[in-house]
């Protein structure tokens, strides 16, 4: 009878062995399986605190002033050399220093934007890891090429600036009046007007950027982009007039144009996005 009693529960035995056995089996499949995206997904599901939140912005910006502050004294090591490139597009000029330090003054304002144009690759870099940890997977693949877009239309905006608006504004400055009056300008407000136009019409050459982002977001598509034109054209025309400091035609209608453009080159660059 014991006999009988072993043989009976032998089987059982090996089956119950064989199931744990098929159960450690799957086990495993399920965690080799799973495991990368239980991981990946608890680290993007890390939260932060607003404390957190606060202390990243903190440090980001502190850094961000580093790299602008260390620009700067680069610049300034170096700012008669920029001064006399940016005297370049107003050439048979002679610039005047109308009140004491006035130049010194001009120094520091050259260098200041010269160091924040210099520091604005880490400036950038410093905005992308503050803001990465909150973007999704597909966000993040986008966020390179936006900033790498930014950035080159940024100092292409600059260049047509320096290349063609000022040239074109300082020209008809210069032959207006040049037979009646002696070109003799104020230092400071020339570099007064100089800067600001670089810099507006670099701030003007993102709008292929902000179609592309507001295309993501699903704001408006490239067919209501194309419907707005006329309205387009009117606000190139007003953008023009309100980002030139100078109130000849010339300036206004060049920076109007490439406001133009740019809109209508964003256009089709949300066209190719399949927006």
């Given amino acids: 009878m014991l006999e009988t009693l072993s043989e009976a529960e032998q089987p059982n035995d090996l089956s119950g062995g064989q199931a744990i056995e098929q159960i450690g089996k799957s086990a495993i499949a399920i965690a080799d399986s799973d495991d990368e995206p239980i991981v990946d997904e608890a680290i993007e599901d890390v939260e932060m605190s ?12 502190f850094y961000a002033l580093i790299a602008v502050f260390a620009g700067v004294i ?36 050259v260098a200041g934007y010269s160091g924040l144009l210099v520091a604005s690759p880490a400036i950038l870099y410093q905005i992308v890891r503050f803001i990465l940890p909150g973007l999704t997977r597909k966000e993040k693949r986008a966020i390179a090429p936006i900033v790498f877009g930014s ?33 003799f300008w104020s230092i400071d407000r020339y570099f007064e007007f100089v800067l600001l136009l670089l810099f507006s019409t670099g701030l003007a050459f993102q709008i292929p950027v902000i179609q592309a982002l507001l295309a993501m977001t699903g704001i408006v598509n490239s067919a209501r982009m194309l419907a707005g034109w006329r309205y387009v054209v009117l606000g190139a025309v007003i953008l023009g007039a309100v980002l030139t400091p100078s109130t000849d035609p010339m ?5 109007a144009g490439a406001v133009g453009l740019l809109y209508f080159g964003g256009i089709f660059l949300v066209k190719a996005m399949g927006k």
Avoid: M
Wanted: charged share 15%; net charge negative.
């Fill in 50 to 61: 607003l404390f957190d939140h606060l202390e990243e912005l903190r440090s980001r910006i």
């Fill in 151 to 183: 950035s080159i239309l940024f100092v292409l905006g600059i260049v047509f600036a320096y290349e063609l608006l000022i040239p074109a504004a300082l020209n008809f400055f210069i032959s207006y009046g040049g037979d009646v009056v002696e070109q």
């Fill in 251 to 255: 300036t206004q209608s060049l920076l």
């Fill in 74 to 109: 680069v610049c300034f090591a170096f700012v008669n050399k920029i001064v006399a490139l940016l005297e370049i597009p107003a050439q048979g000029v002679k610039f005047l220093q109308l009140a004491p330090g006035e130049y010194f003054f001009v120094s520091i304002k």
